[in-house]
């Protein structure tokens, strides 16, 4: 009688094992299919900030500082130098909402801080428009960065960043 219930245990340890695979499976799937909804990995084309890869989560409230990805307005500018299909845009976040930025001249100061000379056109020829000025509306905000050449709130071609064009924050990695 011993070896009968000896050979059935491999068979029920071997049921619960498969029942215990099958259910880290699914818990895995769940939580990557999950995971995926809220993260990215984005490559960035240009030379305006000095990382070339980022790891982007959405749906976390940007602050000063952070890289934010969003999706550029629709404008002739932008579909000639990035085309219909561009993607989207990393700045960093350089003005809160209810900061105020200004313009002095060729400069933009946010929070009496000079941050971007503003060109008066491209490096096409094409005429660039100084961007808004004024407090920094609810949900949105100044992006920019450092290149001379940066595309950015700087330009009314671009403007706020505001939160219905954010993609998600961005964490460099290379």
């Known amino acids: 009688?011993?070896?009968?219930?000896?050979?059935?245990?491999?068979?029920?340890?071997?049921?619960w094992g498969m029942i215990g695979l099958l259910a880290v499976g699914i818990a895995s799937h769940n939580s990557i299919?999950?995971?995926q909804e809220s993260h990215?990995?984005?490559?960035?084309?240009?030379e305006s900030l000095p990382n070339w890869a980022f790891f982007v989560r959405a749906g976390k409230e940007p602050v000063k500082?952070?890289?934010?990805?969003?999706?550029?307005?629709?404008?002739?500018?932008v579909n000639r130098h990035f085309g219909p299909d561009q993607g989207p845009f990393g700045k960093q976040v350089i003005g809160m909402p209810?900061?105020?930025?200004?313009?002095?001249?060729?400069?933009?100061?946010?929070?009496?801080?000079?941050?971007?000379?503003?060109?008066?056109?491209t490096r096409f020829g094409e005429a660039l428009h100084p961007g808004?000025?004024?407090?920094?509306?609810?949900?949105?905000y100044y992006v920019g960065t450092d290149?001379?050449?940066?595309?950015?709130?700087?330009?009314a071609e671009i403007g706020f960043a505001c939160r219905?064009?954010?993609?998600g924050t961005g964490t460099p990695i290379l």
Do not use: Q
Not at 109 to 121: C, E, S, T
């Open 1 to 15: 009688m011993s070896a009968p219930a000896a050979s059935r245990r491999p068979s029920v340890l071997a049921r």
């Open 98 to 121: 209810g900061a105020l930025v200004e313009h002095r001249g060729e400069w933009v100061f946010v929070d009496g801080v000079k941050v971007a000379r503003m060109k008066p056109r």
């Open 65 to 77: 500082g952070d890289y934010v990805f969003f999706v550029p307005p629709a404008g002739d500018l």
């Open 33 to 35: 299919a999950a995971w």
């Open 147 to 155: 290149h001379p050449d940066g595309f950015d709130s700087r330009y």
């Open 164 to 167: 219905k064009a954010i993609l």
């Open 40 to 46: 990215s990995f984005m490559i960035n084309a240009s």
């Open 132 to 140: 808004p000025t004024g407090v920094v509306p609810r949900d949105c």
